[in-house]
């Protein structure tokens, strides 16, 4: 069985400022990767960055880094500078590459509320 | 452009009248899944489809159906709606099943009311 724990429910950040959304997981596939996703107030799912388990490094894109510490099975999303247009929801995922092949497991989420 | 939509975007109905959200993907991926967004729960996968005519339950299928006649479409079925499938649901759809990174992409979602 796989699952995401995201244990803050909701963040309140002062713009400029970055900000670390935790995500822990559990899995019993060897192999697996880590998503994290957006969703604004309008609804969408925004897909923001990827972690492979058996990536070398962090994953980064822009404003958006992984801190990936694979023992202790967390993947915090980290989001530097931060902007009011990144008050969203963000959902921290997984998908296991052998056992749960066949979907995404989402974490409850954590509401990102950015102050000026 | 590549995209998954979905229809209605909305949709208020009444307990036990049928009805069906629609789902597209314009770029020939073989897997398409079903998710529902219930606060505090997080997306939950309903069902979803590894190709045509091949479809498997996810963690919450009761009271759905689906149905995968087409690559491109991938229909979910609500035959009898109960107030308790209230929800925000989500299409999404990827190029392959197997292991490695494949991108989901997700439809918009679909805001069903059930009274």
């Known amino acids: 069985a796989q699952k995401i724990t995201q244990t803050q429910p909701g963040m309140f950040v002062q713009e400029k400022e970055a900000v670390t959304l935790d995500c822990t997981y559990d899995t019993s596939d060897p192999s697996y990767g880590l998503f994290w996703y957006k969703q604004p107030s309008s609804g969408e799912m925004i897909f923001l960055i990827y972690?492979?388990?058996?990536?070398?490094q962090n994953a980064t894109e822009g404003r958006y880094s992984l801190n990936f510490q694979k023992a202790r099975k967390s993947a915090n999303l980290v989001i530097s500078a931060s902007q009011l247009g990144d008050s969203a929801m963000y959902f921290c995922?997984?998908?296991?590459?052998?056992?749960?092949?066949?979907?995404?497991?989402f974490g409850q989420g954590t509401r990102l509320t950015i102050n000026p | 452009e590549a995209q998954v939509t979905q229809n209605p975007r909305y949709l208020i109905t009444v307990t036990g009248k049928k009805l069906t959200v629609t789902c597209s993907q314009n770029?020939?991926?073989?897997?398409m899944s079903w998710y529902r967004q219930d606060p505090g729960l997080g997306l939950r996968q309903i069902y979803y489809s590894m190709n045509v005519e091949v479809t498997d339950k996810g963690d919450v299928p009761e009271g759905y159906k689906v149905s995968r006649k087409e690559k491109r479409n991938f229909p979910l079925i609500l035959e009898s709606p109960s107030p308790n499938q209230t929800s925000l649901y989500f299409c999404?759809?990827?190029?392959?099943?197997?292991?490695?990174?494949?991108?989901?992409?997700f439809g918009p979602g679909t805001r069903l009311t059930v009274l």
């Open positions: 999404a759809s990827s190029l392959r099943l197997a292991g490695g990174y494949n991108e989901q992409f």
């Open positions: 995922a997984m998908k296991g590459f052998l056992q749960g092949a066949q979907k995404l497991v």
């Open positions: 770029m020939n991926h073989e897997y």
């Open positions: 972690q492979g388990s058996y990536d070398q």
